[in-house]
């Protein structure tokens, strides 16, 4: 299986180096300082819990095209690059080679969509808290590494059968999904409420949960999500965001969102494509999301980050 990864931070750097590691043909796009350090030294994913990982020589580029076609394509960049990103990867992409985004949000693959055909795209959803420490060392904080993926039609392809050997082998907890479209709205719900309340209030989800005003907060966010999605038709329990709720109280207190890690580096933030995105997605359905609103016009002055590089 030939693969590439583009977007090679702490999503795309962990699932390609975890693959690269168990000696699949992996392939990274990257840029910058991260580029250089990868060609010089490899790519290292480092864990306190686990132990470290290095792959000491990677293929690394930051020219997609030099890659040439492959058999999948992982998407792992930032929301506001998703189109750029189907751009930039159209030369590697074949009659046969499927598309999986790891995006957060629910729109990523209706661009993949309209770029590729319904046909290549497999859905999917990643857990893992990982981020660039420094230029080509990945770190990962705690164990949490979850890949669940599955085609559209909920059919177990022989690509996807494939591809979860690949994962499994690698050490990756991977597991197929008969209802994709359900499980990237089930982390949705759960992302724009954690997302959305300590990126706005600047706080981890510790205080945020304990706190009876704040609490109740976000559990608004997440019962307008799980309105919008069920108004578009998407299987989700009435009481789901009650249960991300009781979710919410067992993850570790000084947990926290990449977004509000995004806030605080003075980065761009993805809150057009989170509360943004429940918001647009219920006008279009005739829900209202006055809370997600909030958050998305409380954060509008920050969207566009404080760096240009």
Do not use: C
């Amino acid at each position: 299986m030939k693969i590439a990864v583009l977007g090679s931070g702490g999503v795309g750097g962990f699932y390609g180096g975890r693959l690269a590691n168990a000696g699949y043909d992996v392939s990274f796009v990257a840029r910058g300082a991260h580029l250089a350090a990868m060609r010089s030294r490899g790519l290292t994913i480092e864990n306190a819990a686990q132990g470290n990982i290095h792959v000491p020589r990677v293929k690394v580029t930051d020219d997609p095209a030099t890659i040439g076609e492959v058999d999948l394509v992982l998407i792992a960049v930032k929301l506001w690059d998703t189109e750029a990103a189907a751009r930039a990867v159209k030369p590697i992409v074949g009659a046969h080679t499927a598309v999986l985004s790891l995006q957060n949000g629910v729109i990523k693959d209706d661009i993949m969509r309209r770029e590729f055909g319904a046909a290549a795209v497999i859905g999917g959803v990643a857990y893992v808290g990982t981020r660039i420490a420094r230029p080509g060392v990945i770190l990962q904080t705690g164990t949490l590494q979850r890949l669940v993926f599955g085609e559209y039609d909920g059919a177990r392809s022989v690509r996807a059968g494939e591809l979860l050997d690949a994962l499994l082998r690698a050490g990756i907890q991977a597991e197929l999904s008969e209802d994709i479209r359900r499980t990237l709205w089930e982390k949705y719900v759960f992302l724009v409420g954690l997302s959305g309340t300590t990126t706005t209030m600047r706080m981890p989800i510790g205080p945020i949960r304990e706190n009876p005003q704040t609490r109740a907060f976000l559990l608004d966010l997440m019962k307008e999500t799980v309105a919008v999605g069920r108004a578009h038709g998407v299987h989700l329990p009435e009481d789901y965001a009650e249960q991300r709720l009781a979710f919410a109280d067992t993850v570790a207190p000084d947990m926290s969102s990449s977004m509000h890690h995004d806030l605080e580096h003075g980065n761009r933030l993805e809150v057009a494509w989170l509360s943004g995105g429940v918001v647009q997605l219920g006008q279009a359905a005739g829900v209202e999301a006055p809370a997600n609103r909030a958050v998305w016009d409380i954060l509008a002055l920050h969207a566009t980050g404080k760096r240009t590089a």
